[in-house]
């Protein structure tokens, strides 16, 4: 069985033939993990490549500069939507401050003309290059859609802004998020298309002990805008995986996220949520992929104890798959090295 064989029936529970490796790690720790195997000669395979995509017209970064009122410090960048991130002190490591462009835009007229990013054909051309490399190297394809809407929302908005315009049922955030859900649709279309073998979205709508908010207003304003873009991915393309993330609590929503089309759910918080109790609630419909705890585990416990956490979630999930175990999130500074290798090796002496 290939790894892209195996990786579907693992996602569609029928049955596990060896254990993926996958995992991110941020750029501190990943310059560790490589002196690591440059002194040992220790190697392993991804079984994911994981595509974010490009826009083929961006705006420049002047264009964004002009919804600011104040002065960024050197080193500053714009993302795609203009969203800008600045540095912090050197203890900060990868993390950077995010300002908002639209915190002060008070109408539907100022979102009609936002340079958003501009998505066409090269960009499906570059993915189509991205899948038959990945599949030659016998890899699963994953478009990487990330911030579906409601996270891209706020990362343009403000939290605060946000939630407070869905509270008060404004117009602009009706807007906002219809602009977002129509730019992820076509986006959505373009992966199906080029033959990406999955999806990831996602939007953190969780916290550590509860939902961001309430399930009412998921279902009003989240809901029908997620369920929207799947269908578009799936009318292409009815095979592809819907891989769907969101950090923190989300145990009231999962029925939804099942109804919306979700296939598989990232990345189930041990430090939030109870694998076993998920898994005996969905698991029939449902898989997962996460389970191994950055909060925890990884960072603060012991090589054994990585191993133990792989080997007792994988038994919860059994041999009919359905479970792709790996952290619950980027690796961090704090995780030692020699818990990286852990995860590693507990996935290949599983089977």
Known sequence: MTN?????????????HKVPIEFQMCPSLRDKFLAYQRETGFSFKMSVATCWGAPVRRAEDETFLKFYNHPFKEGTTFDLYGVAHEPGSAAAFHMKKMYYPMENFDSVEQIHTYPFP???????????????????????????????????AWYLRGMENLMADMMMEDPFAEALLDRITDL???????????????????DDVGMQNSLMMS????????????ARVIRAAKAINPNILILYHSCGFVTPL?????????????????????????HEKFGD?????????????????????????VFRNLEIAGNK??????????????????????????CRDFM
């Open 118 to 152: 501009e998505y066409t054909a090269e960009a499906l051309e570059a993915t189509e290059a991205f899948v038959q490399k990945a599949h030659e190297n016998d890899q699963i394809a994953i478009g990487g859609l990330g911030c579906t809407e409601s996270e891209r």
């Open 321 to 346: 798959g359905g479970l792709f175990v790996c952290p619950t999130h980027l690796l961090e500074p704090e995780v030692p090295v020699e818990n990286v290798v852990a995860y590693i090796q507990a």
């Open 254 to 278: 999962i029925p939804h996220f099942i109804e919306a089309g979700i296939d598989v759910l990232d990345p189930v918080q041990p430090e939030c949520m109870d694998f076993r109790e998920i």
């Open 184 to 202: 992820s649709v076509r986006r959505a279309e373009s992966y199906a298309r080029s033959g990406i073998d999955a999806l990831l979205l996602g």
């Open 285 to 309: 419909v449902l898989s997962f992929h996460g389970t191994v705890g950055t909060q925890t585990t990884m960072p603060f416990g012991t090589p054994d104890d990585v191993r133990r956490e």
């Open 215 to 226: 399930e009412t207003m998921y279902c009003e304003w989240l809901k029908p805008r997620l």
């Open 4 to 16: 892209i064989e195996n990786y579907f029936s693992i996602a569609r529970r029928t049955g596990i």
